[in-house]
Nanobody, 117 residues
Framework: QVQLVESGGGLVQPGGSLTLSCAAS????????MGWYRQAPGKERELVAT???????NYVDSVKGRFIISNNNAKNTVYLQMNSLKSEDTAIYYC???????????WGQGTQVTVSS
C-alpha cells in the first residue's frame, strides 16, 4: 500500500503565499511523477502542477509564474510553493503519485486552501 499525506493548507489573504507538502510512504519501489491537483466547489478536479523524478515540470496556465513545484526524491516528497494567491485558487488540493506514467495512481486525502480577506 502507498500513502500520500499532505500538509500546509490553510487560510491566506489575496496576494499571500502558502507552501504545500506531500510525503509518500509505504510500498514504494518507483516514482515517475508526483503532482498536485485541485477541486473547487462545483467544479471538476483539475491538474495544477506535476514533476517527474528527473525534474520535468508542467503547470496549468492559470498558475504559471505564481506557483512552483519541487521535489525531494530521497524523501519521496513533493512541494507546491504558491505565491500571489487569488480567490480563484481556493480549493481542496490533492497530492498525486504515479509509478510509471504521468497519470495519477494514488491520491492524498486533500488539504483545504482558502484565499480570502
Amino acid at each position: 500500500q502507498v500513502q500520500l499525506v499532505e500538509s500546509g493548507g490553510g487560510l491566506v489573504q489575496p496576494g499571500g503565499s502558502l507552501t504545500l507538502s506531500c510525503a509518500a510512504s509505504g510500498s514504494i519501489f518507483r516514482i515517475n511523477t508526483m503532482g498536485w491537483y485541485r477541486q473547487a466547489p462545483g467544479k471538476e478536479r483539475e491538474l495544477v502542477a506535476t514533476i517527474t523524478s528527473r525534474g520535468t515540470t508542467n503547470y496549468v496556465d492559470s498558475v504559471k509564474g505564481r506557483f512552483i513545484i519541487s521535489n525531494n526524491n530521497a524523501k519521496n516528497t513533493v512541494y507546491l510553493q504558491m505565491n500571489s494567491l487569488k480567490s480563484e485558487d481556493t480549493a481542496i488540493y490533492y497530492c498525486s503519485m504515479a509509478r510509471w506514467t504521468l497519470d495519477p495512481e494514488y491520491w492524498g486525502q486533500g488539504t483545504q486552501v482558502t484565499v480570502s480577506s
